[in-house]
């Protein structure tokens, strides 16, 4: 029985031997090795309409030594979570695994797909199924066997990425032969192995696995930045969305110095998205018994919602509702019959109401602490908005502004914090079908650590039962009525709306005392410095400068209210008063990065050239990858004749941002003053396909002209007015 035992070790030894050299071998030809390789015949029947040898355009996705990779070339998911069942069952409801095969993303890319070819939708499949893009399936009569569409992003389609091209987005990465270890000399082992070769040298494991770039912001930018290059629309080039630019300008990133808001140390989107938390599940990657999650909660409601992922969804909320993202203030009223006399900062400040009057009510949303745009991405899908309410003592409602119709649709005229593309032909780009954009009728995300001012007017009945209570509530939902409409017909279920934030105030007949507080609120000094930055945002210079002098009158040893000042003085071209309060600001300021790249400004306007670059030097010198800091520069350094220290500038901002239109300008100029007219060329085109298009505002006016119950958002500031909503519409009226 011993010597029969050792017998059979032996056979299962070997016959184990024989599947893995048969699966390493089936894995090299899928990547490419070997005379008759899967790239050498994919390249046979490949269509590369878009140049040869450009696997992905017009998409940005790579591969190393630019071969196409089989899908059986990448370890499935399954096989991983053999010893990362916790990661597994997160990624299995997470949006990376569900990238591809959801319907909202498939209405879309079908159309494109059907309208302008299969071989179109490389740009979006970059991100969404760069297994379906690296391994040549988006050619016409493809053969390949699409099972790995279910899977969207899996472990190994990440964890196969090499290195990154610049920020470029639409997939900005290069994949390697998608491997789980490496030999004894480090050289990578393709496709699936036995487990205990992993747990017998988990150190080669992780070197295959893990790259330092993967805990950077970086990473996530291959596909949370992306552009709609001229390939894809046969038009020009435009920016879609990036998160990425969105947090590398913020304060979050600690690269640049002119936020409002600073912080101590930074935080990369992993910090936000990929937060550690104790398993439920065994998983080998866990560590002091914790685990990065893999579920990368974000704002999606509607992929959950629609497959049932309870957990998801549960994760989803609870991120959205975390309570520290957004500032919603009540911050001020104005009384319309006492010559608009300003109330401000509610409950600081004493004040009488009667009833007939007419009051005005000013709303300061604060994006606090999110790390880009309210909302980011693809806003033209995602509906984030004010409801705002005012209702008696009987709870009757006597005003009530963003509120949902019957049929579910969102009222025209709240205030949304979404955008509008239109085409050619000024009609809004519905379905996202974003190769046909040509303008952008109106944006109205709030960036990070910056605010919006939203006004709503109305009058207290002359009869009215008291007291009144106004509330002011950030919601969310994922995704626009009309799309989902569009995707699942009208008689779809209501997909959830998340109160993001939220704030209410009592008013009372006759006099109102100040209140204490609220645990969420801002204190007075940071509601009124709130409200200058939403007014400067606002293009409202006089009032801006208002509410800053609140700000330093409060507080005279805050640096940045003097900054602010003198931010607001050079928007509204009053350089002498922006002087004073940038030199008092500098003073007070423990970093003097920001002050002192306004005050280069200044010292531009008013010819102090020296002085000038003395200051954005200095700016560069602390915060390297500031892009403001380093366009300054090189603009101060090409006024004084100085090419070469100009070109260095440019060239490094391209460095931090391959788009810059800036740099492109600059370059093509320097370039050819230089003597080397094939990079002036290059930056010129560049230049030429990025500005934008100079009749592209009369797209947008056209579609504002034809809907004027959303023209007003265009505009910098407005007045909401909206009557209480007619329940009586019926489903199904737009």
């Not at 998409?59 to 196409?68: C, D, H, T, V």
């Not at 700016?619 to 004084?640: K, T």
């Not at 003597?675 to 505002?697: C, M, Y």
Request: contains cysteine.
């Amino acid at each position: 029985m011993k010597t029969a035992g050792v017998v059979f070790s032996g056979i299962a030894a070997l016959a184990a031997g024989i599947c893995f050299c048969l699966e390493t071998s089936q894995a090299q030809s899928d990547a490419g090795a070997g005379p008759k390789s899967f790239d050498g015949e994919t390249r046979e029947t490949y269509d590369f309409r878009f140049g040869e040898g450009k696997i992905a355009t017009p998409g940005s996705a790579a591969s190393e030594g630019n071969r196409f990779i089989g899908p059986r070339a990448f370890p499935s998911a399954e096989y991983c979570a053999h010893c990362h069942e916790e990661a597994y069952s997160q990624w299995r409801q997470a949006l990376h695994s569900n990238s591809f095969r959801t319907p909202f993303y498939r209405a879309s890319v079908n159309i494109l797909a059907r309208t302008k070819g299969i071989e179109y939708t490389r740009h979006c499949d970059s991100c969404h199924n760069p297994v379906g893009v690296l391994s040549g399936a988006l050619t016409r009569d493809s053969q390949l066997d699409r099972e790995f569409d279910r899977d969207g992003l899996t472990c190994m389609t990440c964890h196969s990425i090499q290195r990154l091209q610049p920020s470029l987005g639409n997939g900005s990465f290069v994949m390697g032969v998608p491997s789980v270890t490496v030999d004894e000399a480090g050289n990578r082992i393709p496709g699936e192995v036995a487990y205990d070769e992993i747990t017998k040298y988990p150190k080669r494991h992780a070197q295959a696995v893990m790259k330092d770039f993967y805990r950077t912001a970086e990473f996530c930018a291959a596909c949370h930045k992306a552009n709609l290059p001229n390939t894809l629309n046969e038009y020009k080039w435009i920016r879609a969305f990036s998160s990425y630019d969105e947090w590398q300008g913020s304060k979050f990133s600690r690269r640049n110095p002119l936020t409002f808001y600073p912080v101590q140390s930074p935080t990369v989107c992993q910090g936000c998205h990929m937060q550690r938390a104790a398993p439920l599940l065994h998983d080998s990657g866990a560590k002091d018994g914790t685990f990065a999650s893999h579920r990368w909660p974000a704002g999606n409601t509607a992929v959950p919602y629609f497959y049932g992922f309870d957990a998801q969804l549960e994760k989803t909320v609870e991120f959205l509702q975390a309570g520290n993202y957004l500032n919603v203030d009540l911050f001020a009223l104005i009384k319309k019959q006492s010559a608009e006399k300003t109330i401000a900062p509610l409950g600081s400040v004493p004040f009488e109401l009667t009833a007939g009057e007419t009051l005005q009510v000013m709303v300061v949303v604060q994006n606090k602490n999110i790390g880009h745009s309210l909302v980011p991405e693809v806003r033209d899908l995602y509906e984030a908005w004010v409801e705002f309410t005012v209702t008696d003592g009987s709870g009757k409602e006597i005003y009530h502004s963003g509120f949902l119709k019957p049929n579910g649709m969102l009222d025209e005229r709240a205030h949304s914090f979404t955008n509008r593309p239109v085409n050619n032909e000024g009609d809004f780009v519905d379905n996202h079908k974003v190769w046909t954009i040509h303008s952008m009728a109106y944006d109205n995300s709030i960036q990070a650590g910056r605010s919006a001012l939203v006004r709503y007017e109305f009058t207290v009945p002359a009869r009215v039962q008291g007291p009144l209570t106004m509330t002011a509530r950030v919601n969310y939902r994922h995704l626009r009525e009309s799309y989902l409409n569009n995707v699942l017909g009208q008689d779809h279920p209501a997909y959830p709306v998340v109160e993001i934030a939220s704030r209410s105030r009592t008013l009372r007949f006759g006099a109102n005392t100040p209140a204490a507080p609220d645990a969420r609120d801002n204190p007075d000094w940071m509601r009124w410095n709130n409200l200058g930055i939403a007014y400067l945002d606002q293009l409202q210079y006089a009032e801006s400068i208002r509410a800053f002098e609140e700000v330093v009158k409060t507080r005279p040893d805050y640096a940045d209210g003097h900054t602010n000042l003198g931010v607001a003085y050079i928007e509204w071209e009053k350089y002498g008063e922006a002087r004073v309060n940038l030199e008092k600001g500098l003073s007070l300021s423990q970093d003097p990065a920001r002050a002192l790249y306004y005050l280069g400004i200044v010292e531009r306007r008013e010819g102090h050239s020296e002085a000038e670059l003395a200051d954005l030097q200095e700016v560069v010198a602390r915060y390297p990858q500031s892009r403001d800091a380093r366009r300054e520069l090189g603009i101060s350094y090409y006024q004084q004749h100085r090419p070469e220290e100009a070109v260095k500038q440019f060239e490094a901002l391209q460095a931090i941002d391959p788009d810059d239109v800036a740099a492109h300008y600059n370059l093509a100029i320097l370039y050819r003053r230089l003597g080397l007219r094939e990079k002036a060329s290059e930056q010129a085109a560049l230049f030429a396909t990025k500005q934008v298009d100079p009749g592209a505002p009369t797209y947008s006016l056209d579609f504002l002209r034809r809907h004027p119950e959303i023209s007003t958002e265009s505009a910098p500031w407005h007045m909401h007015k909206d009557a209480v909503p007619d329940s009586a519409e019926p489903k199904g009226q737009h």
